[in-house]
């Protein structure tokens, strides 16, 4: 499907929502491509995803009423309340951070305000790209087959599970009564277990520290580890409907781009010049006879891996967004909307 032949489907009755929804129609100020088609890693069978934002109307911005999105499930559509996604992109959401890196052409729609959005796109820019994107990549890690994960060994594998953790735990100091930097110590030492080369350990020192906060921290941490012992069961579903190839691209397209984020602090959706080796991450070439990821992708990733890893360290960005700006921006925005001139 080319781009005029998604433009003509997005005007039929099939997208007529998008003009008849109490909260879309003349409040929707950008819509685009989503999915493989914004990545450029589409093939032939590919579905077509929108993806856009709408505004707040005057009733909700003033009784702060609770419209986040709208989700069309047979379309695969979803358009974000404009509050909520300013919201989203103060956290470098990738899946809605990447609305605003598209190719010029693939935004079907963009109002002024979106274009003012689009502008401003600057200000969402943080260190918190590498949190919120690595914390994206290692979910997808996740979703690759627990047999492939040992091929490369126990303790690498083990690394993985590491590193996802420290990504939950990125932000604990935010969501939870802060703590030293020292007083949780995750790491790898070499086990006393029969079955395992080595595994995580953890030196804690916490002094009048809320039980209920440490449970919730131990609760997701546990759950890191969890997933990883449920990846085989999941992924046969993915393996049987040749689905591991489009998981194992989307891990490294979201490194890319996390990369392009903190080296370049810019934005880039349509991946054009890593294209050919998505591709051929998609089609299976780094898959085995039984369809199992080989070890040389795993290598890849930890390589990904070192590179975000430098990059958060070595980056100008700021350690969070300008929330200053960004709170001006919104207020300008919503002012408008009330006084009736948006």
Not at 307 to 318: G, H, I, R, S, V
Request: charged share 30%.
């Amino acid at each position: 499907m080319d781009l005029q032949q998604i433009k003509s489907l997005v005007k039929s009755d099939e997208y007529v929502f998008l003009k008849d929804n109490e909260h879309l129609g003349d409040r929707i100020i950008m819509l685009g491509l989503g999915g493989s088609h914004a990545y450029g890693t589409n093939v032939e069978t590919s579905d077509l995803d929108v993806r856009g934002c709408a505004l707040n109307n005057k009733e909700e911005i003033l009784t702060n009423q609770n419209f986040e999105q709208f989700v069309d499930e047979r379309t695969d559509t979803t358009i974000y309340a404009f509050n909520k996604l300013v919201s989203l992109l103060c956290n470098c959401n990738p899946n809605t951070v990447e609305m605003l890196g598209l190719k010029p052409e693939h935004y079907l729609y963009l109002s002024p305000i979106g274009k003012e959005l689009l502008d401003n796109k600057q200000l969402f820019l943080s260190k918190k790209a590498a949190q919120a994107f690595g914390g994206y990549a290692t979910a997808q890690l996740r979703r690759l087959d627990n047999k492939a994960a040992r091929l490369v060994g126990q303790a690498q594998k083990e690394q993985h599970i590491l590193n996802s953790i420290n990504n939950v735990m990125a932000d604990f100091n935010e969501r939870y009564t802060p703590y030293a930097d020292d007083a949780i110590k995750l790491y790898i030492d070499k086990s006393d277990k029969e079955d395992m080369e080595s595994e995580i350990y953890m030196d804690v020192n916490l002094t009048r520290y809320p039980l209920r906060d440490y449970k919730s921290m131990w609760s997701e941490m546990n759950n890191v580890v969890k997933d990883y012992s449920k990846i085989g069961k999941r992924n046969q579903h993915a393996i049987e409907h040749n689905k591991l190839g489009k998981h194992m691209m989307h891990l490294i397209r979201l490194y890319m781009m996390c990369l392009d984020i903190l080296e370049n602090k810019d934005i880039v959706t349509f991946r054009s010049k890593e294209h050919n080796l998505l591709m051929s991450i998609r089609n299976g070439e780094y898959l085995d006879e039984n369809r199992q990821p080989i070890p040389e992708f795993f290598e890849m990733v930890d390589e990904y891996e070192k590179k975000m890893k430098y990059a958060k360290e070595n980056t100008d960005l700021p350690e969070k967004p300008d929330y200053k700006r960004i709170q001006e921006f919104v207020m300008s925005v919503n002012e408008r909307i009330v006084r009736g001139l948006a």
